[in-house]
């Protein structure tokens, strides 16, 4: 194929992935936000932590869809333009009319991986620090009046009663025990407000108490001030609260291959490692699958002459319809049983073989074996 009309093929075929990845992420992307936060999560700037954290996850996953359906798209145009009947007519192989849309698909299925095992590892944690955030309530501006509030395991209990504004509360309540002082606090104030720092919050206290208890005591001391401050561990300037676990999503590359060792101990372990193994390794891979599966069905089953028939529509949801069947097969399958990725590998060859021997079967035929003088010759041959 003439080096100029493989770039103009891969061109149009890339410029159509793009816009069709961008009209699959991004409703994806905004209905996970909107179900995931809540209008104060979206006060306190927790938006851009939860778009880092989920848009490369969201993105390599959509991308072998957007892949098959652009490659279905062009694919389809060419063959009702009758140009994959002029190209058969200057004497160009079956793999030559598919060598753009292939090296293209290989191209993706590289970037796939680079997004699968190293990018949405590292943003995925970022989402799952927002939603530590939202519910565990640590972010000071995502906190309603008129409600009890517990954190660090209820050890302390905070209320307030309105807020005057984003960052100053009337009517401060909180209650705090200390196990290693072996004592309760309850600490009343008139006003506070709400300072950040690298670590957390300072909330400087104004005209309030404190009421001070052994906790094998009935004995309460009462102490009044103008001015108090005191920590709460809360998000602070310096970035969200840190969390006490991982999971095998947020795991480098090398990090969970070695997780493997442990997971293999464990069915309920292995079933997770396994099903984030399949997201990684298999995802990545479908964009070669379903270009492959695109082009055989058109060329097989589509009109090359130029006609325009009702086949083409239905040969384009196949792509989004293997899709959907696959990332539901891996989700449901593989955390009941690790066994299944067999079947869902073997799948993934079917699809590639399948197209494989279509397309060979046609650049193999009796049309291959003696090209025709012009297209119009191709197309009265197969009319």
């Not at 700037?45 to 996850?57: C, E, H, I, M, S």
Request: one cysteine or more; charged letters at 15%; glycine letters at 6%.
């Amino acid at each position: 194929m003439p080096r100029l009309l493989f770039l103009y093929l891969i061109k149009r075929i890339a410029l159509a992935a793009a816009v069709i990845e961008f009209a699959l992420c991004v409703p994806v992307v905004l209905s996970y936000l909107l179900g995931s936060l809540s209008a104060a999560a979206v006060r306190g700037g927790l938006v851009w932590p939860a778009l880092v954290g989920v848009a490369p996850t969201v993105a390599y996953v959509a991308l072998p869809m957007a892949v098959g359906v652009a490659t279905a798209l062009e694919f389809s145009r060419m063959a009702t333009e009758g140009m994959i009947a002029v190209l058969y007519a200057l004497r160009l192989s079956v793999w030559a009319v598919c060598r753009p849309a292939l090296a293209l698909s290989v191209f993706l299925v590289g970037a796939g991986y680079f997004l699968s095992n190293f990018v949405a590892p590292e943003s995925a944690g970022s989402m799952q620090d927002v939603l530590n955030v939202v519910r565990n309530s640590l972010n000071h501006r995502m906190l309603d009046p008129a409600r009890f509030y517990t954190f660090e395991n209820g050890v302390k209990t905070l209320y307030l009663e309105r807020w005057e504004t984003p960052d100053i509360a009337v009517n401060l309540f909180l209650r705090q025990i200390s196990v290693e002082k072996n004592q309760e606090q309850t600490i009343t104030a008139a006003r506070a407000e709400f300072r950040r720092n690298e670590a957390g919050v300072i909330v400087a206290l104004t005209k309030g108490s404190i009421q001070t208890r052994a906790l094998d005591s009935t004995e309460v001391r009462i102490t009044n001030f103008d001015q108090y401050a005191m920590a709460l561990p809360m998000q602070g300037s310096g970035g969200l609260p840190k969390r006490s676990w991982r999971g095998v999503f947020e795991l480098s590359a090398a990090e969970f291959l070695a997780q493997y060792q442990v997971a293999r101990a464990d069915h309920r372990l292995l079933a997770e490692w396994t099903t984030e193994a399949a997201m990684r390794l298999g995802v990545p891979l479908l964009s070669l699958g379903h270009a492959l599966l695109a082009i055989a069905l058109t060329l097989t089953y589509g009109n090359i002459t130029g006609r325009r028939g009702a086949g083409g529509s239905l040969l384009i949801v196949a792509i989004p319809a293997a899709h959907i069947v696959f990332l539901v097969a891996l989700q449901s399958l593989l955390r009941a049983d690790a066994r299944f990725a067999l079947l869902l590998a073997l799948l993934l060859l079917a699809e590639i073989l399948y197209s494989i021997r279509l397309i060979g079967r046609l650049n193999h035929g009796p049309a291959r074996l003696e090209p025709l003088a012009s297209s119009n010759d191709y197309a009265a041959h197969y009319a």
